[in-house]
């Protein structure tokens, strides 16, 4: 009968070890690849690009992509109601006024609430509401990626809660979360 350590020694054990380490590399290397095309997609939108294109570009089925998108923009509105939130301090009453004005005519579309949001960011003399944005921002987008692979972050959840523009509205008004 042979032993663990001769066991180890023979061709069968050998190839069957390194079968197993190519498997996991391969496997591992495809998900390293998926997890960078969901990544990029976030920045892509940004960029302009259609969903078309970004799933041609990035191999992807348009479903997906625009599942992505979708939470994306999720994202987005719901870091800055939270921004408005916890960071409040950073927002002057002209701010407030400037970001109740652009967002009460919008539709209650996630994507408008979105790019209005990130176009205000943008402007001149926002820089630390972008920046601080960005910040709780790139949390999100880990675990959002986390969870369309599949896997539980621990570090954070992505919001539960359906946000809207109510609640935009609200959290311009009076500061509160919708947790």
Known sequence: ????????????YQEAKQEGLTEG???GLEEGELKAKLTAIPRMLQFGLSLEQIAQLQDLPVD???????????????????L???????????DLAELAF????????IEDLSCAIAQWCKQEGHAAQLMAWRQIRSGLLSAMVEKLLGRNSDTQETPSVSVNKAMVQN??????SFE
């Open 171 to 176: 959290a311009i008004e009076s500061g509160e």
């Open 25 to 27: 590399r391969q496997e």
């Open 84 to 94: 408005l939130h916890h960071q409040r301090s950073l927002f002057s009453p002209q």
């Open 64 to 82: 997906v992509v625009q599942h992505t998108s979708h939470l994306f923009h999720k994202q987005n509105v719901a870091a800055f109601v939270e």
């Open 102 to 109: 652009l967002i009460q005519p919008l539709p209650d579309k």
């Open 1 to 12: 009968m042979l032993g663990l350590s001769e066991l180890k020694q023979t061709k069968v």
